[in-house]
């Protein structure tokens, strides 16, 4: 089964309006249009969403997704952002249950499941993180918090909805620290992630579904860990705030 790896730059909360245009200026210079087989994705926060979409002034080779959206349509729920209006600014992606959601602001597996539910009715393609804390790996928790972040997260969502998705593993402890997960260790899980979405959506939504690896990837270690046959692709935080560095691990991933 072949399937499109997918290379995601999460900015988090970095990268202004007029950084976004400096980056982008940047990035056009390493023609990336040209690199194909490898689907690219922006992910800045809500306010530099329409700076990016006029730098890239209609270009469909990079698509623009959100770092989180609300489980709501619309109304009194001060701060939030809707599905619609990320559909009308340009929106094809969005990301939901990114670990420092879940750490900080409390996010569970259900409440995210309500994100996706919005976000696939709303035809935006979720990026769903998912991934185990340090406590949780050393305390042999690895195969049970995965199973529970895929089975509740997508729960009720049809075979053809999980196929279309994009799960992102993020083990915490890799996330903005530099230790990234091994290949080895990394290719285990999402070959676990993928068993787990075959029991529950069938083995066409696990053939198709693609799974990010995220956690302090860098040009220095995406080759290896894009040739693991279960990663198909990466989020990336840190490494992706430098248009050079994004630039060299999409190109990791086209190889
Ligand atoms: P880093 O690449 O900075 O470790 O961040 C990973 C991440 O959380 C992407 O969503």
Redesign the pocket.
Known sequence: MSRTPII?A?W?MNMGPQEAKEFLSAFKEEKLCECKGVEKVIVPPFVTIPAVMEALNGCQCIGVGAQDVSDHDNGAFTGEISTAMLSEIGCKYV?VG???RRQYHGETNTYINKKIKKALAAGLVPIY?IGETLAQREAGELEKILRSQVEEGLAGLSDEQVAGLVI?Y?PVW?????KTASATDAQAAHAFIRSVVKETFGTDAADKVRIQY?????PANASELMACPDIDGA??????LKAASFAAIIRAAAI
């Open positions: 995601a999460n988090k990301v990114h670990s420092e993180c992102a993020e890799a996330i903005g620290t530099g995220g956690g302090s990837v860098k989020l990336v935080g840190g490494a992706a």
